[in-house]
């Protein structure tokens, strides 16, 4: 089993920065992928950003240029840094990360902006 903790979530203004962590733990075998989706009430979650194994990186459109994700592979923790939120920012985010072929997901943190 994998075991992520998450944090970095919180209540911010629009325009402004949060920095979201997580680490894994636990029998890791090789990570293949780590990433952040979101989920927004009574919406579907979707992708945030994903970095793979090689080091390739996706981001929604939405969060091109204000998001940028980064990992530590010592230290198995993936960072999303968000800047420039905005309210349609606001949501429960989770941390994926994929050990082998199984997925593992986070308890998700919330992240809420204000107008």
């Known amino acids: 089993q994998v075991q992520l903790v998450e944090s970095g979530g919180g209540l911010v203004q629009s325009g402004g920065s949060l920095t979201l962590s997580c680490a894994a733990s636990g029998s890791i075998f090789r990570i293949n992928a780590m990433g952040w989706y979101r989920q927004a009430p009574g919406k579907q979650r979707e992708l945030v950003a994903r970095?793979?194994?090689?080091?390739?990186?996706n981001y929604a459109d939405s969060v091109k240029g204000r998001f940028t994700i980064s990992r530590d592979i010592t230290k198995n923790t993936v960072y999303l840094q968000m800047n420039s939120l905005k309210p349609e920012d606001t949501a429960v985010y989770y941390c994926?990360?994929?050990?082998?072929?199984?997925?593992?997901w986070g308890q998700g943190t919330q992240v809420t902006v204000s107008s």
């Open positions: 970095v793979i194994s090689g080091g390739s990186k």
């Open positions: 994926n990360v994929v050990s082998g072929y199984d997925p593992y």
